[in-house]
T-cell receptor
Framework: GDSVTQMEGPVTLSEEAFLTINCTYT??????LFWYVQYPGEGLQLLLKATKADDKGSNKGFEATYRKETTSFHLEKGSVQVSDSAVYFC???????????FGKGTRLHILP | GAVVSQHPSRVICKSGTSVKIECRSLDFQATTMFWYRQFPKKSLMLMATSNEGSKATYEQGVEKDKFLINHASLTLSTLTVTSAHPEDSSFYICSAPDNTDTQYFGPGTRLTVL
């Protein structure tokens, strides 16, 4: 079945460091890909998405490119801030149904 | 943008009682809604798919008689945890896709069963 694998955390970085959180997926057809973020004490929020190959999603300085050849959707940010500390979930929805499948989440700690 | 609300945001109940959680799509219609459970420091687990006008579809291992789901309208789904026990304590989240298949999540309901 469809699945999402993302790098395990926690990931700890200093402020202004470069961030990459890896995400790969397995799916039939052409899924849509998402990154969700969960800040402490809050629910999940959509961070960015890409719906077809080579699309790049971006928001709040974060970017991820839908790479069908490597079945990846890695999340990147050039310079992280303390306020980026959160749990990040990679996810997909297949085009067969609306069911969303999440990765396990990656906890990110940014140190000042 | 699209918004999904949940009510209540937090509930504490005694063991053996039932608790109802509502999930509403505020500015779009959703024929399908999803219910998730999040254990502390772990990933979300899909519990069931709520379908407007028909029975919910439960994931393997989820007791349908314990977690009753009703999708009464295109903007409301309810999850009732029946005869709750302490092991049911968790964070319950719903989501609903809009017509672009983007999932919007409710803020979650934290259930504590004493």
């Amino acid at each position: 079945g469809d699945s999402v694998t993302q790098m395990e955390g926690p990931v700890t970085l200093s402020e202004e460091a470069f961030l990459t959180i890896n995400c790969t997926y397995t799916a039939t057809g052409y899924p849509s890909l998402f990154w969700y973020v969960q800040y402490p004490g809050e629910g999940l929020q959509l961070l960015l998405k890409a719906t077809k190959a080579d699309d790049k999603g971006s928001n709040k300085g974060f970017e991820a490119t839908y790479r069908k050849e490597t079945t990846s959707f890695h999340l990147e940010k050039g310079s992280v801030q303390v306020s980026d500390s959160a749990v990040y979930f990679c996810a997909l929805t297949s085009n067969r149904d609306d069911k969303i499948i999440f990765g396990k989440g990656t906890r990110l700690h940014i140190l000042p | 943008g699209a918004v999904v609300s949940q009510h209540p945001s937090r509930v504490i109940c005694k063991s053996g009682t039932s608790v109802k959680i509502e999930c509403r799509s505020l500015d779009f219609q959703a024929t399908t809604m999803f219910w998730y459970r999040q254990f502390p420091k772990k990933s979300l687990m899909l519990m069931a798919t709520s379908n407007e006008g028909s029975k919910a579809t439960y994931e393997q291992g989820v007791e349908k008689d314990k977690f009753l789901i009703n999708h009464a309208s295109l903007t409301l789904s309810t999850l009732t945890v029946t005869s709750a026990h302490p092991e049911d304590s968790s964070f319950y989240i719903c989501s609903a896709p809009d017509n672009t298949d983007t999932q919007y999540f409710g803020p979650g309901t934290r259930l504590t069963v004493l």
